[in-house]
C-alpha cells in the first residue's frame, strides 16, 4: 500500500465579499501541487452571499472556477463535499455534469471516506443529527436565493464589528460540535467500533486541533475571514 498525501481545506465561502479566500490561494494552489488528493470540504462557494449576481450565475462562475483549479492539477485527486451554502439545486445538477466529465474530480453530498479519514462539512453540528435529519435540513438549502444587496451590506457592517466571531463561538464550543459531528457519524456507522480515525469537519469557523473524542481525532482548519484562523490541513493515508 502506497502512502497518500491528503490536504483540505473548508468554508472558503468563495464570491462572498466578507472571504479572504484570495489571500490563501497561493497556499492552496501549492498543498494542491503536493497533494494526491485535495478535499474542500464544504461551503466552498457561497451561494446565499454571492455578490455574482443571481443563483444560475454564481453556479456558472463556480464550475469555471472548479474547471480551473482541477484543470490545473491534473495528477490531484479532487473531492467535492457540499456545505450547507453551496447545497444548491442549480448548481448541484452543473456540478453532477462537471464531475462525469473531469476524471479528477468526485463530489459528495454529505462526506467522503478516505482510508480512515472521514471529512464532513459539519453543519450537523448545528443541533443533534442524523443522516436523515441532515437530509432534511440539507433541502431546506436547495432552493434558497442569494441574499440581496442591502442585507449584505448590513452583514457587512455588522461583520466588521466582528458580531460573527462572537455568535461563532456562543453557538458551538468545540466540546458541543464534536459531541454532535459524533452522534451522527455514529448514526451512519462511522463513530464508535469504526475503522475511522480521523475526521474532518469545518462549518464552526473555529480551528480545532487533533481534538480527542471517543478514540477519534477531529480537525478544522477554520475559515479564511477577518478575525478568524484559516489552516490548510494535511494527513497521510495507506489507501
Ligand atoms: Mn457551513
Given amino acids: 500500500m502506497k502512502e497518500k498525501e491528503v490536504y483540505t481545506v473548508s468554508d472558503l465561502h468563495l464570491f462572498c465579499r466578507r472571504s479572504e479566500a484570495h489571500r490563501h490561494m497561493h497556499g492552496i494552489h501549492g498543498a494542491a501541487s503536493k497533494a494526491d488528493i485535495f478535499v474542500l470540504n464544504g461551503d ?5 452571499w454571492s455578490c455574482q449576481g443571481s443563483t444560475p450565475e454564481t453556479a456558472r462562475k463556480a464550475i469555471r472556477w472548479l474547471e480551473k483549479f482541477t484543470a490545473r492539477w491534473p495528477d490531484c485527486f479532487f473531492h467535492f463535499v ?12 452543473e456540478l453532477h455534469d462537471f464531475a ?3 476524471p479528477n474530480l468526485a463530489w459528495h453530498p454529505y462526506y467522503v471516506k478516505v482510508g480512515d479519514a472521514l471529512f464532513l462539512h459539519g453543519d450537523v453540528a448545528n443541533r ?6 441532515l437530509e432534511r435540513y440539507r433541502e431546506t438549502c436547495l432552493h434558497r436565493e442569494s441574499r440581496g444587496e442591502i442585507v449584505n451590506t448590513i452583514y457587512d457592517v455588522a461583520f466588521r464589528a466582528r458580531v460573527h466571531c462572537a455568535v461563532t463561538k456562543f453557538a458551538f464550543p468545540t466540546s ?3 459531541e454532535r459531528i459524533r452522534h ?3 448514526d451512519i456507522g462511522e463513530g464508535a467500533g469504526s475503522d475511522t480515525a480521523v475526521v474532518f469537519f469545518g462549518h464552526t469557523h473555529t ?4 481534538y480527542e473524542f471517543g478514540g ?3 480537525f478544522n482548519g477554520g475559515a479564511p475571514m477577518r478575525g478568524m484562523d484559516f489552516n490548510i490541513l494535511n494527513t497521510k493515508i495507506c489507501a
Fill in 44 to 48: 466552498t462557494f457561497d451561494f446565499r
Fill in 82 to 93: 457540499l456545505g450547507n451554502h453551496d447545497h444548491v439545486r442549480v448548481f448541484i445538477d
Fill in 100 to 102: 462525469e466529465r473531469t
Fill in 128 to 133: 443533534r443529527m442524523t443522516a436523515v435529519d
Fill in 176 to 178: 458541543v460540535a464534536v
Fill in 184 to 186: 451522527y457519524l455514529d
Fill in 207 to 210: 480551528a480545532v486541533d487533533n
Fill in 216 to 218: 477519534q481525532r477531529f
